[in-house]
């Protein structure tokens, strides 16, 4: 399993950072490789991204379940890969704290199957540095909108 785990300080309150966060539409175009998104519903998504790991580039397709929605502080979601054999979790957390908003994003992967041997190092390797470039991403665009 790979987890990735990253904190930012927002300059504006937990509200715009909810308001921001709470709308996939306006962060699933965050998501580092990002090619498009489908909304399925409310609390359904597919996201497709594309990367590359060493010279070799892969399009991924991840379906997105949110499975908790605690207004303003937490978002929890679910992932399962469409395009590979992989599951995760994660959460996007804001907390108040005196006109400022401590974002955190936490990213988990599994890998799964035959082709978990060869996925694990990939994802390992990846998702510290998506998640990163993702919580930083969101955070640069809640700072432009407030």
């Known amino acids: 399993m790979a987890t990735g785990t990253h904190t930012v300080e927002i300059p504006t309150d937990v509200q715009a ?3 921001y966060i709470s709308d996939l539409e306006k962060w699933a175009t965050t998501v580092p490789g990002y090619k498009e998104h489908e909304i399925i ?3 359904q998504s597919i996201w497709t991204f594309e990367g ?3 010279g070799i580039k892969k399009t991924v397709e991840v379906q997105v379940d949110i499975t ?3 207004e ?3 978002i929890k979601f679910e992932l399962k890969g469409l395009s590979d054999n992989f599951t995760g979790s994660g959460h996007i957390t804001a ?3 005196n006109g400022k908003t401590a974002m955190t994003c936490t990213v988990e992967v599994h890998a799964g199957g035959i082709s978990g041997a ?3 190092p990939i994802i390992k390797w990846a998702v510290p540095k998506a998640t990163t470039r993702l919580t930083e991403s969101i955070a640069r665009k809640i700072v432009v909108l407030s």
């Open 17 to 19: 950072v909810w308001d």
């Open 41 to 43: 519903n409310d609390k």
């Open 52 to 54: 590359s790991v060493k």
């Open 68 to 70: 908790e929605w605690n």
């Open 72 to 74: 303003p502080s937490n």
């Open 95 to 97: 907390e108040d704290g």
């Open 118 to 120: 060869v996925l694990t």
